[in-house]
């Protein structure tokens, strides 16, 4: 059974920085895009951050010069590594694979369980 499994959420202070990861496990035969989202308590899903391989990231307005995202095809994991972090940068934030994998056709979207990241002022 596929599962994205997330790390490396927490509290921190305003200024300070975060990495997530994220890493697909059980059998995958290859993976596209990956990606980081985020959603507050009444708010819509929202991207952060967006890569697939040979391609340049995708970053939100609100995150661009502050955020990072990679991924390592051989780890099956997706980094987003957070600096200059602010109290609005707080959510629950979910990660995001199409993956090719046993008994489904083409690539297949799969969602982490989420991590919350918690920045006070």
């Known amino acids: 059974q596929v599962q994205l499994v997330e790390s490396g959420g927490g509290s921190v202070q305003a200024g300070g920085s975060l990495r997530l990861s994220c890493t697909a496990t059980?059998?995958?035969?290859?993976?596209?895009?990956m990606g980081w989202f985020r959603q507050g308590v009444g708010s819509k899903r929202e991207l952060v951050a967006e890569?697939?391989?040979?391609?340049?990231?995708t970053y939100a307005e609100t995150v661009k010069g502050r955020f990072t995202i990679s991924m390592d095809n051989s780890k099956r994991t997706v980094y987003l590594q957070m600096s200059s972090l602010k109290p609005e940068d707080t959510d629950v934030y979910y990660c995001?694979?199409?993956?090719?994998?046993?008994?489904?056709?083409?690539?297949?979207?799969?969602w982490g369980q989420g991590t919350q990241v918690t920045v006070s002022s």
């Open positions: 890569i697939a391989a040979s391609e340049i990231p």
């Open positions: 059980g059998t995958v035969y290859s993976m596209d895009t």
């Open positions: 995001k694979a199409n993956l090719r994998v046993p008994g489904y056709s083409g690539y297949t979207a799969f």
